[in-house]
């Protein structure tokens, strides 16, 4: 009889050096907003930006669907054939290669597919939240793009958005799905404590105020993961709180690996150390447990009515 692999065995979580892929890295993170920014531009505002990330699927990061005068359509990265799929609900596609080339073509051919399509779309030609950036349409330097690199990414969150769901099934109270900012590049988490939160001071690189403190207007603890960057130069799981409540940034927090970064003000946990664990799952949902724990008992959460047993598949939960 053939056993199958365990679905948290070591090799299925991709070793992910910051350095060896930190160029396509770049690029990608400049394409991803270009799409990201499309479904901003057709989609109703949700509250915390909710409406504006991209969700993995079995294939890359997908918009989900978005509406167009009657009809929808939606946009993926596929990372297994390396292309940029836009698909209308009238039968109608196109598929923009993803090989190297620079930000502006990739702006102006993706503009060009949606054409194709009769899909006219206006973006703000910006990208966000990153200090000094140029204009889609001129940056002609951020063009390395190595696929096999950009599809370790994609498979190493699946592994995270699969760990992060059944994170996510234990609690009652408001919650985000499990998706990708393109702004900051990352996969998150968030929970709610159902209490409004002081506004938040800005100041984000190529955000405005005004959207930063409709994302923080409640009190939260948010995890994720990013593949590194700035002050840390590896990929990362971190967590944190807003407001910061008293105490938060001293709690002992698990795995033995995990600490509180103070220059960025949040807890982080080396990906390497949970991809190397025996257990990845087991390691990974302590750190997302335990530094949510610091926030909720820090910050006088209501932990008994909003906790809930984590979920089983086919199982209701029991009332």
């Known amino acids: 009889m053939t056993r199958g692999r365990s679905e948290s065995a070591p090799e299925a979580w991709p070793s992910l050096p910051y350095a060896d892929w930190k160029n396509t890295y770049e690029t990608l993170h400049l394409w991803t907003q270009i799409v990201g920014k499309i479904r901003v531009a057709q989609t109703p505002w949700v509250n915390h930006q909710w409406h504006v990330a991209l969700y ?4 890359g990061l997908a918009t989900s669907s978005i509406p167009d005068q009657g009809r929808t359509f939606e946009i993926e990265f596929d990372f297994i054939n390396h292309a940029l799929d836009i698909r209308s609900s009238d039968a109608r596609s196109v598929a923009v290669p993803l090989t190297e080339g620079s930000v502006a073509e990739f702006h102006a051919a993706v503009l060009g597919a949606l054409n194709r399509l009769d899909i006219d779309v206006q973006i703000h030609s910006t990208p966000n939240e990153i200090p ?12 390395a793009f190595v696929a096999e690199q950009a599809q370790r990414f994609w498979q190493a969150l699946l592994q995270v958005d699969r760990v992060f769901k059944r994170f996510r099934s234990g609690f009652l109270g408001k919650a985000s799905p499990v998706h990708f900012f393109w702004g900051s590049f990352d996969l998150a ?31 939260l603890s948010s995890a994720g993961f990013w593949p590194g960057g700035g002050a840390v130069d590896y990929p990362a799981f971190y967590s944190y709180a807003y407001p910061e409540p008293p105490n ?34 087991a390691v990974l949902l302590a750190f997302l447990r ?15 009515a909003l906790e809930c047993p984590l979920g089983e598949p086919g199982v209701p939960r029991v009332i």
Request: proline share 10%; aromatic share 12%.
């Open 290 to 304: 335990s530094t949510y724990e610091a926030a909720a008992d820090a910050g006088g959460w209501d932990r008994a």
């Open 189 to 219: 988490v968030t929970r709610f404590s159902g209490r409004p939160a002081p506004a938040h001071p800005g100041g984000v690189p190529g955000l405005p105020d005004a959207i930063t403190r409709e994302a923080y207007s409640h009190e």
């Open 56 to 59: 993995p699927t079995a294939r």
């Open 132 to 143: 000094g950036a140029v204009p889609f349409r001129e940056d002609k330097a951020h063009r």
């Open 248 to 281: 938060f940034r001293f709690t002992t927090v698990a795995p033995r690996e995990a600490f509180f970064h103070e220059q960025l003000g949040e807890f982080l946990l080396p990906y390497e150390a949970v991809r190397t664990a025996a257990n990845p799952d």
